[in-house]
T-cell receptor, first 113, second 111 residues
Framework: SAVISQKPSRDICQRGTSLTIQCQVD?????MFWYRQQPGQSLTLIAT?????????ESGFVIDKFPISRPNLTFSTLTVSNMSPEDSSIYLC??????????FGSGTRLTVV | TQLLEQSPQFLSIQEGENLTVYCNSS?????LQWYRQEPGEGPVLLVT?????EVKKLKRLTFQFGDARKDSSLHITAAQPGDTGLYLC???????????FGTGTQLKVEL
């Protein structure tokens, strides 16, 4: 299965600033997915990132707050903009691998103070 | 309304005990996946069930897909501390390209 490297693994940020999370896959994939996991909660899909087109956002998530880049078939970034303490969560990227299901990065644990 | 409801939300048991986690929906789905997430890691796929009434075993874990394909269960026999983690059921939505997770069951197995 694919190996996903996600960084940073954790960060503590000041409110009002932005953080960009990087996700690198060791193989080419069509779609990459970004999830948010709030403390003690399940995972919620933020958006789907396709190479060569704009990301598709889920209800409740907007591009101005979570801009996504997908410059090639192995890499994507998610930016959390103008952060507030409510953005404190784990952010995970994922790829779909057919019978292997979905493979996830280890996540970025973000704390906004 | 959550598409997939899991119960219980939290479970704390002693090593050696058995437990069952449930995943329920009001909708019929074609297949369902179970994942386990350990602290500091992303979810890892345990199993995919696709046929109503299907039972799959993975060592001490037994997965069942309901006959009506609206529910699933995960049974762990003789739980061990290594089973500790967040258990998530999930199904493909949005034409099969997206993964939607259940509400999750946090399991803690103590010595």
């Amino acid at each position: 299965s694919a190996v996903i490297s996600q960084k940073p693994s954790r960060d503590i940020c000041q409110r009002g600033t932005s953080l960009t999370i990087q996700c690198q896959v060791d193989s080419q994939v069509t779609m990459m997915f970004w999830y948010r996991q709030q403390p003690g909660q399940s995972l919620t899909l933020i958006a789907t990132a396709n190479q060569g087109s704009e990301a598709t956002y889920e209800s409740g998530f907007v591009i101005d707050k979570f801009p996504i880049s997908r410059p090639n078939l192995t890499f994507s970034t998610l930016t959390v903009s103008n952060m507030s303490p409510e953005d404190s969560s784990i952010y995970l990227c994922s790829v779909e691998e057919g019978s292997y299901g979905y493979t996830f990065g280890s996540g970025t644990r973000l704390t906004v103070v | 309304t959550q598409l997939l409801e899991q119960s219980p939300q939290f479970l704390s048991i002693q090593e050696g005990e058995n437990l069952t986690v449930y995943c329920n929906s009001s909708s019929v789905f074609s297949s369902l996946q179970w994942y386990r997430q350990e602290p500091g890691e992303g979810p890892v796929l345990l199993v995919t069930v696709v046929t109503g009434g299907e039972v799959k075993k993975l060592k001490r874990l037994t997965f069942q897909f309901g006959d009506a394909r609206k529910d699933s269960s995960l049974h762990i026999t003789a739980a061990q501390p290594g089973d500790t983690g967040l258990y998530l059921c999930a199904l493909r939505t949005g034409g099969g390209n997206k993964l939607t997770f259940g509400t999750g069951t946090q399991l803690k197995v103590e010595l």
